[in-house]
Protein backbone atom coordinates (compact mmCIF):
# COMPACT_ATOMS: atom_id res chain seq x y z
CA UNK A 1 0.00 0.00 0.00
CA UNK A 2 1.10 3.53 -0.75
CA UNK A 3 2.06 5.25 2.25
CA UNK A 4 -0.88 7.84 2.84
CA UNK A 5 -2.68 8.39 6.33
CA UNK A 6 -5.42 10.49 6.65
CA UNK A 7 -6.61 11.93 10.09
CA UNK A 8 -8.61 11.51 11.62
CA UNK A 9 -11.02 8.77 10.40
CA UNK A 10 -14.08 9.79 11.78
CA UNK A 11 -14.90 13.09 13.29
CA UNK A 12 -18.44 14.76 14.49
CA UNK A 13 -18.45 18.61 14.37
CA UNK A 14 -20.61 21.03 14.85
CA UNK A 15 -22.57 23.93 12.55
CA UNK A 16 -19.87 26.99 12.56
CA UNK A 17 -17.22 25.28 13.99
CA UNK A 18 -13.54 25.21 12.38
CA UNK A 19 -12.40 21.79 11.31
CA UNK A 20 -8.93 20.62 9.80
CA UNK A 21 -8.35 17.18 8.54
CA UNK A 22 -4.66 16.09 7.72
CA UNK A 23 -3.35 14.14 4.91
CA UNK A 24 0.07 12.77 5.45
CA UNK A 25 2.34 10.82 2.76
CA UNK A 26 5.53 8.93 3.38
CA UNK A 27 6.00 8.33 -0.60
CA UNK A 28 7.54 11.70 -1.24
CA UNK A 29 4.93 12.47 -4.11
CA UNK A 30 4.29 15.86 -6.10
CA UNK A 31 1.02 16.26 -6.45
CA UNK A 32 -1.75 15.70 -3.19
CA UNK A 33 -5.47 16.07 -4.20
CA UNK A 34 -8.71 16.26 -1.86
CA UNK A 35 -11.72 15.09 -2.71
CA UNK A 36 -15.14 14.31 -1.26
CA UNK A 37 -17.24 11.20 -1.45
CA UNK A 38 -21.50 11.66 -1.45
CA UNK A 39 -23.98 9.82 -3.07
CA UNK A 40 -24.89 10.42 -6.67
CA UNK A 41 -21.90 13.02 -7.19
CA UNK A 42 -19.37 10.74 -6.82
CA UNK A 43 -15.83 11.83 -6.31
CA UNK A 44 -15.38 15.64 -6.76
CA UNK A 45 -11.88 17.74 -6.37
CA UNK A 46 -11.92 20.15 -3.56
CA UNK A 47 -8.47 21.26 -4.12
CA UNK A 48 -5.01 20.14 -5.32
CA UNK A 49 -1.13 20.76 -4.61
CA UNK A 50 1.62 20.69 -7.39
CA UNK A 51 4.45 21.19 -4.66
CA UNK A 52 5.11 22.92 -1.22
CA UNK A 53 2.86 26.23 -0.77
CA UNK A 54 1.79 25.43 -4.59
CA UNK A 55 -2.26 24.55 -4.69
CA UNK A 56 -5.41 25.64 -6.86
CA UNK A 57 -8.88 25.30 -6.88
CA UNK A 58 -11.07 21.76 -7.60
CA UNK A 59 -14.79 21.54 -8.77
CA UNK A 60 -16.12 22.63 -5.12
CA UNK A 61 -13.43 24.61 -3.54
CA UNK A 62 -16.19 26.76 -1.85
CA UNK A 63 -16.26 26.98 2.06
CA UNK A 64 -12.45 24.68 1.82
CA UNK A 65 -9.10 26.23 2.14
CA UNK A 66 -5.97 24.16 1.83
CA UNK A 67 -2.17 24.86 2.91
CA UNK A 68 0.75 22.48 1.90
CA UNK A 69 3.81 23.82 4.22
CA UNK A 70 6.11 20.62 3.66
CA UNK A 71 6.20 17.41 0.95
CA UNK A 72 4.30 15.00 3.28
CA UNK A 73 1.23 16.78 4.46
CA UNK A 74 -1.50 18.65 2.99
CA UNK A 75 -4.23 19.86 5.31
CA UNK A 76 -7.52 20.77 4.25
CA UNK A 77 -9.57 23.56 6.53
CA UNK A 78 -13.39 23.49 6.67
CA UNK A 79 -13.41 27.41 8.29
CA UNK A 80 -17.31 27.10 9.54
CA UNK A 81 -18.36 24.06 9.06
CA UNK A 82 -22.09 23.55 7.32
CA UNK A 83 -24.22 20.45 6.94
CA UNK A 84 -23.43 20.47 3.72
CA UNK A 85 -20.33 19.51 4.13
CA UNK A 86 -21.29 16.37 5.85
CA UNK A 87 -19.37 13.89 3.62
CA UNK A 88 -16.77 11.17 3.22
CA UNK A 89 -13.53 12.69 2.75
CA UNK A 90 -10.64 11.51 0.29
CA UNK A 91 -6.95 12.26 0.40
CA UNK A 92 -4.62 10.75 -2.78
CA UNK A 93 -1.01 11.34 -4.13
CA UNK A 94 0.60 11.03 -7.14
CA UNK A 95 4.25 11.37 -8.69
CA UNK A 96 3.34 13.04 -11.64
CA UNK A 97 6.61 11.38 -13.57
CA UNK A 98 4.96 10.50 -16.57
CA UNK A 99 1.96 9.30 -15.44
CA UNK A 100 1.37 7.18 -12.62
CA UNK A 101 -2.01 6.80 -11.03
CA UNK A 102 -3.11 8.94 -8.38
CA UNK A 103 -3.05 6.67 -4.27
CA UNK A 104 -6.30 7.31 -2.24
CA UNK A 105 -6.23 7.48 1.77
CA UNK A 106 -8.71 5.42 3.45
CA UNK A 107 -10.80 8.48 3.86
CA UNK A 108 -12.27 10.90 6.50
CA UNK A 109 -15.80 10.68 7.57
CA UNK A 110 -17.14 13.79 8.82
CA UNK A 111 -20.30 14.75 10.39
CA UNK A 112 -21.95 18.42 10.60
CA UNK A 113 -24.26 18.91 13.03
CA UNK B 1 -20.27 20.95 -16.27
CA UNK B 2 -19.82 17.69 -15.76
CA UNK B 3 -16.68 16.94 -17.82
CA UNK B 4 -16.31 12.87 -16.93
CA UNK B 5 -19.98 11.26 -16.75
CA UNK B 6 -21.00 8.17 -16.43
CA UNK B 7 -24.46 7.45 -17.17
CA UNK B 8 -24.91 4.20 -15.75
CA UNK B 9 -25.63 4.34 -11.97
CA UNK B 10 -25.96 0.46 -11.45
CA UNK B 11 -25.14 -2.77 -13.94
CA UNK B 12 -26.02 -6.23 -12.80
CA UNK B 13 -24.04 -9.11 -14.94
CA UNK B 14 -24.42 -12.45 -14.47
CA UNK B 15 -21.04 -14.42 -12.96
CA UNK B 16 -18.82 -15.29 -15.78
CA UNK B 17 -20.11 -13.26 -18.45
CA UNK B 18 -18.58 -9.67 -19.36
CA UNK B 19 -19.13 -6.62 -17.41
CA UNK B 20 -18.91 -3.41 -19.84
CA UNK B 21 -19.00 -0.35 -18.23
CA UNK B 22 -19.01 3.05 -19.62
CA UNK B 23 -18.19 6.49 -19.67
CA UNK B 24 -18.30 10.00 -21.82
CA UNK B 25 -15.82 13.03 -21.37
CA UNK B 26 -16.17 16.57 -22.45
CA UNK B 27 -12.75 18.01 -22.44
CA UNK B 28 -10.08 17.35 -25.13
CA UNK B 29 -7.41 18.18 -22.73
CA UNK B 30 -7.33 15.25 -21.13
CA UNK B 31 -4.32 13.22 -21.62
CA UNK B 32 -4.85 9.91 -19.39
CA UNK B 33 -8.11 7.76 -17.81
CA UNK B 34 -8.17 5.55 -15.38
CA UNK B 35 -10.39 2.95 -14.05
CA UNK B 36 -10.82 2.93 -10.08
CA UNK B 37 -12.68 0.01 -8.06
CA UNK B 38 -13.98 0.94 -4.91
CA UNK B 39 -15.58 -1.43 -1.76
CA UNK B 40 -17.55 0.45 0.98
CA UNK B 41 -16.11 1.90 3.76
CA UNK B 42 -12.19 1.70 1.53
CA UNK B 43 -10.45 4.43 -0.60
CA UNK B 44 -10.49 4.27 -4.19
CA UNK B 45 -7.64 1.08 -5.62
CA UNK B 46 -6.60 2.19 -9.43
CA UNK B 47 -7.81 -0.22 -11.81
CA UNK B 48 -6.17 0.27 -15.15
CA UNK B 49 -5.48 3.29 -17.53
CA UNK B 50 -4.77 4.18 -20.52
CA UNK B 51 -2.95 6.94 -22.46
CA UNK B 52 -4.97 9.37 -24.65
CA UNK B 53 -2.35 7.90 -27.60
CA UNK B 54 -3.82 4.63 -27.49
CA UNK B 55 -6.69 2.96 -28.07
CA UNK B 56 -6.63 -0.30 -25.77
CA UNK B 57 -4.69 -1.24 -22.77
CA UNK B 58 -5.07 -4.96 -21.35
CA UNK B 59 -4.74 -6.18 -17.68
CA UNK B 60 -5.73 -9.62 -17.21
CA UNK B 61 -9.41 -9.80 -16.85
CA UNK B 62 -9.42 -6.08 -17.77
CA UNK B 63 -9.37 -4.27 -20.59
CA UNK B 64 -9.92 -0.33 -21.42
CA UNK B 65 -10.66 0.47 -24.59
CA UNK B 66 -10.50 4.75 -25.62
CA UNK B 67 -12.40 5.96 -28.62
CA UNK B 68 -10.82 9.48 -28.94
CA UNK B 69 -13.46 10.88 -31.90
CA UNK B 70 -16.40 9.76 -29.58
CA UNK B 71 -14.88 11.39 -26.39
CA UNK B 72 -15.90 7.84 -24.77
CA UNK B 73 -14.13 4.29 -22.55
CA UNK B 74 -15.19 1.56 -22.01
CA UNK B 75 -13.79 -1.19 -19.36
CA UNK B 76 -14.09 -4.71 -19.78
CA UNK B 77 -14.18 -7.41 -17.26
CA UNK B 78 -14.12 -10.72 -18.20
CA UNK B 79 -14.96 -13.52 -16.74
CA UNK B 80 -16.84 -11.22 -14.49
CA UNK B 81 -16.50 -12.22 -10.70
CA UNK B 82 -18.13 -12.23 -7.36
CA UNK B 83 -14.75 -10.01 -5.97
CA UNK B 84 -15.81 -7.59 -8.86
CA UNK B 85 -19.05 -6.21 -7.25
CA UNK B 86 -18.19 -3.01 -6.36
CA UNK B 87 -18.51 0.99 -7.38
CA UNK B 88 -16.07 1.30 -9.98
CA UNK B 89 -14.79 5.28 -10.90
CA UNK B 90 -14.18 6.36 -14.60
CA UNK B 91 -11.59 9.42 -14.13
CA UNK B 92 -9.54 11.80 -16.53
CA UNK B 93 -6.28 13.84 -16.25
CA UNK B 94 -5.88 16.86 -17.25
CA UNK B 95 -2.84 17.55 -19.07
CA UNK B 96 -1.88 21.38 -18.61
CA UNK B 97 -2.72 21.28 -14.85
CA UNK B 98 -2.50 17.63 -13.63
CA UNK B 99 -6.31 18.03 -12.38
CA UNK B 100 -7.61 13.95 -11.94
CA UNK B 101 -11.64 14.20 -12.62
CA UNK B 102 -13.74 11.46 -11.74
CA UNK B 103 -17.04 10.66 -12.99
CA UNK B 104 -20.16 9.76 -10.44
CA UNK B 105 -19.66 5.65 -10.69
CA UNK B 106 -21.56 2.87 -11.92
CA UNK B 107 -22.03 0.16 -9.17
CA UNK B 108 -21.48 -2.97 -10.51
CA UNK B 109 -23.33 -6.35 -9.01
CA UNK B 110 -22.14 -9.68 -10.06
CA UNK B 111 -25.17 -12.19 -9.95
CA UNK B 112 -24.28 -16.33 -8.81
Redesign the interface.
Known amino acids: DAGITQSPRHKVTETGTPVTLRCHQTENHR?M?W?RQDP??????IH?S?GVKDT?K??VSDGYSVSRSKTEDFLLTLESATSSQTSVY?C?I?D?QG?T???????TRLTVV | DQQVK?NSPSLSVQEGRISILNCDYTNSMFD?F?W?KKYP??????LI?I?SIKDKNEDGRFTVFLNKSAKHLSLHIVPSQPGDSAVY?C?A?RHR?????????TRLHILP
Open positions: YYYGHGLRLYYDGEFASGFEAFFGQG | QYLYAEGPTFSSFARDDKIIFGKG
